[in-house]
Structures are given as structure tokens and as C-alpha cells.
């Protein structure tokens, strides 16, 4: 059993947060079975700790705070080495000059072991405890993926990459094998058995597949009741060639094929209609807000607040390689800069503030995945996901602070902090940094 004490922030819904000054979590092996404030612990000690020999205590101190723990809701582990390059090219030019290059790569399944192994071990430490993972096109890759995840203890979705057209004749696969790669894949991954890892079906984009592939992916997703991952309407260049291909605008494209679920996340979103925000709305899915690739790809400005208008589940998104930051942080004061920005230009145009990202990138990132049931904050019965945030780490010098309440901490973290201010990650109740 694992006992926190200290000061404690979270979401209870969007735009409701609570914080409990000196307060207390109670973790049995994975879960929360209890939590409250000091005057409730006696009470809560006696009913949940009283026969148990062995009890970890952790202590806060006064600059320390607890939150749950981060979700990236899109990031392409494959793309790591390439974060900070390319970004003088839009998304076409920049998927064709840099990505596929070297995605390709991972053929070479050493090559796969050492990218994978520190992109878990580098998003652990900047407080992911769970990542939506676009993994690689192939099969192999992707399991080497899994494995890291698994071994280093984040939790995760895990996807292996469709595509059979507009890319290089050497990193595209036939209508057949990527269907038949797929169903391997999402077996094999549940043939491990581990309760942090699933995987999820993943259609890079609408120009990277026919229509009579994704139709059969929409199959596989009834049959196997997957999660779905991809990208729409990220740059006005891509959304033309889709409407060009298709005829129809680009979400209509993913309902025809029966990807658009309430377990979709769709990553980017910018340049959605009215009436395809309706239709999210309807289905249920998602949007994965990736502000830094936004910007660094100069894809546009996503409007959340839009999205939140019409009701639809808005998680946060590194997006590496087209964000150049593995840090949910880096994306949170991304997100607040986009919305400021955007603020400018609209009438009573009302911007995101400190504590709507602090939801993005825990509560809303848990309901973008669909993984709110377990995760997202600190209710009972939920997974403990996790982090001590430790604001007296000398980068932030809140040694010289007088007093410092706990949401002025949170607002620190969000401004100022970074990897060196989370000093202790905890993935289903275990710690792993
Ligand atoms: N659209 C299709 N593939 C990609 C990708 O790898 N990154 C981004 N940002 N957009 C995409
Ligand atoms: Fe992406």
C-alpha cells in the first residue's frame, strides 16, 4: 500500500478543479481507495491501512504539489530523432523530405530497440504517464515499441502504421498485408497479457490509404472493439487533396469507412467545418490539440475553445516529430499561446487559461482516449497515474517566493517548470522514475 501526503490538485470535470491544501491518497496495488483531506486520515488509516505491515509513506514538502499524471494523446515514437528538423517545409513537402526517410529505418529492429526504449524512458520523465503512440509500419517495430512501454511501465496505445500510396516505393505496404499485418499486430499485442497496453488502429492520414482499406480497417475495429487513431484537417494543402480524392469533406471520408467511433482520436483538427464538428460531436470521437507542431509546421491554429463549444472531447498532443518538445508542458503553454493569440483577432473571444490546459493535458486527454474510466484525476477506483511536482528544484528559484498557494505552484509548473521539476512518476500505483 502506498500513502501520499501533501498538496494535492486535479480535475474533477473541464472547468473544475479541486485542491486539497493538506490532503491524502490512499493507493492498494494499482488503485485509489481512498483520499480526502488531513481531518478525514485517522478515519480513512483505520479502515484501509489497519492490518497492513507494509504501508510506503510519501511525505510532500511545502513546494511540492501532486497531480495526476500527463497524457500525450498523439506522439510518433519513430519520428524522435527527428524533432527540431524540417520545419522551414510545410507537412507534405516536410512528410516526404524528412518522415518517411526516416521512418524507414526501422527495419533495422536494433536501431527500433535504442529510438524506443529512450522515447518511453524520456516521456516517463517529463510526465507521461500515458502516450497514444503512433508506432511504425511495421509490424515487428511496432512490437519492439510495445515491449519498451511495457518494460519501462508507461501506459499506452500502441498503433502500427497503414499505408499503401503517396509514399516511397520502399515504405508502403499492398492493400493485403496491411490489413493482414494489422489483425497480427493487434493480436499480438493482446497476446501480452499487460493491462497498461493496448493497441489501436492507426490510417496515417486519408492520403495514405484507399477507401477500400480503411472500410476494412473500420471492420477490424467492430470486430476487435479497438481504439482508432489518425490525422485530420492539419494543414489547407492536405484538406484540398483529400477533398479532391474524395469528393466529400475530410471527416465524411473516416465515417464512411466506419473509423469515426467514441474511441477515435484525431490528431491536429484545424480547418474542421461546422458540420463536421457536428458530426465528431455525434460520433463521439475526439481531437488531440498539437499546438507546437502547429506552429512549427505552420499548420494553423486549432481553436479549442470552438471545440469545446460544440461539445466535443479535446486531449493534448507532442505530436513529435512535428513538435520539436517530448514535454506535455512545452504543449500546455503552447496551447495557452495559440488561444492568446487567437484571442486577438475575435471579439469577446474568451482564451484558455492556465487551469483549461492543466485539464487538456490530464482529465481531457483521459477522455479524448477514452480512458477516463481509469485515469485523468484522483477519484476512488480509479488508477493512481501520478506526479509529485517538485517546484523547489533550483531551475524555478521558488526558494525566494514568501508563499506560494497550491494553484500558484501549478501556475509555476505550467510557466517555468520542466523535466527537473517532476521528481517522482507513478504508473498504476508503481513508481517508475
Ligand atoms: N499526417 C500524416 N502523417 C503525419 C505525420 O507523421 N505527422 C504529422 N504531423 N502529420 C501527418
Ligand atoms: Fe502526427
Known amino acids: ?11 474533477l470535470r473541464r472547468e473544475l478543479i479541486e485542491v486539497i491544501q493538506e490532503g491524502f491518497v490512499i493507493v492498494g496495488d494499482s488503485k485509489i481507495v481512498a483520499t480526502g483531506k488531513k481531518e478525514d486520515l485517522e478515519q480513512a488509516r483505520a479502515q484501509h ?7 510506503m509513506v510519501v511525505m510532500l514538502s511545502d513546494r511540492q504539489l501532486l497531480i495526476p499524471g500527463l497524457v500525450d494523446s498523439h506522439i510518433h515514437a ?7 528538423l524540417g520545419y522551414d517545409k510545410p507537412l507534405l513537402d516536410w512528410l516526404q523530405a524528412y518522415t518517411y526517410k526516416l521512418e524507414r529505418k526501422y527495419r533495422d529492429l536494433e536501431y527500433s530497440k535504442k529510438v524506443f526504449n529512450a522515447v518511453v524512458r524520456k516521456t516517463l520523465n517529463h510526465g507521461t504517464t500515458t502516450a497514444c503512440y503512433f508506432a511504425s509500419m511495421f509490424e515487428d517495430a511496432s512490437m519492439i515499441l510495445v515491449d519498451a512501454v511495457i518494460e519501462h511501465g508507461q501506459r499506452a496505445f500502441v498503433g502500427k502504421i497503414n499505408m499503401t500510396t503517396l509514399a516511397p516505393d520502399d515504405y508502403k505496404e499492398t492493400p493485403e498485408e496491411t490489413i493482414k499485418l494489422t489483425r497480427k499486430f493487434i493480436e499480438a499485442v493482446r497476446s501480452k497479457n499487460c493491462d497498461l497496453v493496448e493497441p489501436i488502429i492507426t490510417p496515417r492520414f486519408a492520403l495514405s490509404l484507399e477507401m477500400d482499406s480503411m472500410v476494412e480497417l473500420g471492420h477490424l475495429v467492430k470486430e476487435y472493439d479497438v481504439n482508432v487513431q489518425t490525422h485530420i484537417s492539419e494543414n489547407q494543402d492536405e484538406v484540398k487533396e483529400v477533398n479532391k480524392k474524395y469528393g466529400i469533406q475530410y471527416a465524411n471520408v ?3 469507412a466506419g473509423l469515426l467511433t467514441p474511441k477515435t482520436v484525431l490528431a491536429h483538427g484545424i480547418y474542421l467545418s ?17 499546438p507546437d507542431s502547429n506552429t512549427c509546421l505552420k499548420s494553423g491554429m486549432c481553436d479549442v475553445r470552438r471545440l469545446f463549444n460544440f461539445g466535443i472531447k479535446v486531449g493534448l498532443g507532442t505530436d513529435v516529430s512535428g513538435g520539436p518538445s517530448p514535454s506535455i508542458v512545452s504543449a500546455m503553454r503552447s496551447a495557452l499561446a495559440t488561444s492568446i493569440n487567437l484571442s486577438f483577432s475575435q471579439k469577446n473571444y474568451k482564451p484558455l487559461n492556465y487551469m483549461d490546459v492543466f ?10 482516449l477514452s480512458l477516463d474510466h481509469k485515469i485523468g484525476n484522483f477519484e476512488v477506483g480509479k488508477e493512481f497515474d501520478a506526479l509529485v511536482v517538485d517546484m523547489g528544484a533550483e531551475n524555478c528559484n521558488t526558494d525566494m517566493l514568501l508563499d506560494c498557494s497550491p494553484l500558484e505552484l ?14 517522482n512518476v507513478f504508473v498504476a500505483g508503481k513508481s517508475v522514475k
Open 49 to 55: 491501512l489497519a492490518d497492513e505491515q507494509d504501508v
Open 274 to 290: 461546422d458540420e463536421e464538428l457536428s458530426l465528431l460531436r455525434q460520433r463521439g470521437s475526439s481531437v488531440s490539440h498539437c
Open 78 to 84: 519513430p519520428q524522435y530523432p527527428n524533432c527540431g
Open 410 to 423: 501549478l501556475q509555476k509548473f505550467i510557466y517555468t517548470g520542466d523535466d527537473r521539476n517532476i521528481s
Open 254 to 256: 473516416y465515417d464512411e
Open 359 to 368: 485539464y487538456l493535458a490530464t482529465l481531457g486527454g483521459a477522455e479524448a
Open 1 to 11: 500500500m502506498l500513502l501520499v501526503l501533501g498538496r494535492i490538485v486535479h480535475c
